[in-house]
């Protein structure tokens, strides 16, 4: 078992930035590829990024790309989704998720463990 655990959601103006933190605890969290997908109201979960067990490969989705970055520190058991150059169309509840460990995609189904989430809304 990993748990995960969201932080650093909130409130922003359009164009600001946010950083959020995925704390995992459980299974050595380095063992995992780590996922972030976002859902807004009345919308189906969307993937955003996904970076592999070491760091080496990572993947976004085209709504996010040049504006957000995946990253990871195994050795604080952490991940990371910088996002930069915010939009309104960005507000959703964002979530981490781990995969096995080589894996870069975005199908929901092939995540085993996932957080509960943090909120981001971006103010036009």
């Known amino acids: 078992q990993v748990q995960l655990v969201e932080s650093g959601g909130g409130l922003v103006q359009a164009g600001g930035s946010l950083r959020l933190s995925c704390a995992a605890s459980?299974?050595?969290?380095?063992?995992?590829?780590m996922g972030w997908f976002r859902q807004a109201p009345g919308k189906e979960r969307e993937f955003v990024a996904v970076?592999?067990?070491?760091?080496?490969?990572?993947y976004y989705a085209d709504s996010v790309k040049g504006r957000f970055t995946i990253s990871r520190d195994n050795a604080k058991n952490t991940g990371y989704l910088q996002m930069d150059s915010l939009k309104p169309e960005d507000t959703a509840v964002y979530y981490c998720?781990?995969?096995?460990?080589?894996?870069?995609?975005?199908?929901?189904?092939?995540?085993?463990?996932w957080g509960q989430g943090t909120q981001v809304t971006v103010s036009s």
């Open positions: 970076i592999n067990w070491r760091g080496g490969s990572t």
């Open positions: 998720a781990a995969a096995h460990p080589n894996y870069t995609g975005s199908s929901p189904g092939e995540y085993d463990y």
């Open positions: 459980g299974r050595t969290f380095s063992r995992y590829a």
